[in-house]
């Protein structure tokens, strides 16, 4: 069975950071790539920052310069640092990753930002 738990979320002022973690079990994890997505109320989720299995990343054009994507292999987790927080990104923030072509997401964990 597949497994996600992100943790981190909170609330952080403008300028600030988080540090948000996803760990996986159920698949193995080495050998997929991850994402993390958020949706704010109202709007439609979006794709934040892709991290492939071999450790290349991308970042939606908002984020880049303030988000970084990681993952630890032998935790089977992923990472999402966040600086310079802005209250656009408040959301809540999902992980992501497809397993013989199914989607999966953990419950997500909120972010707000204050101004």
């Known amino acids: 069975q597949v497994r996600l738990m992100e943790r981190g979320g909170g609330l952080a002022q403008s300028g600030g950071s988080l540090r948000l973690s996803c760990a996986t079990s159920?698949?193995?994890?080495?050998?997929?790539?991850m994402a993390w997505y958020r949706q704010a109320p109202g709007k439609e989720r979006e794709l934040v920052a892709t991290i492939t299995s071999a450790g290349t990343t991308d970042y939606v054009d908002d984020v880049k310069g303030r988000f970084t994507i990681s993952r630890d292999n032998a935790r089977s987790t992923v990472y999402l640092q966040m600086n310079n927080l802005k209250p656009e990104d408040t959301a809540r923030y999902y992980c992501?990753?497809?397993?013989?072509?199914?989607?999966?997401w953990g419950q997500g964990t909120q972010v707000t930002v204050s101004s």
């Open positions: 992501h990753v497809e397993n013989y072509r199914l989607p999966y």
């Open positions: 159920g698949v193995n994890f080495k050998i997929h790539d």
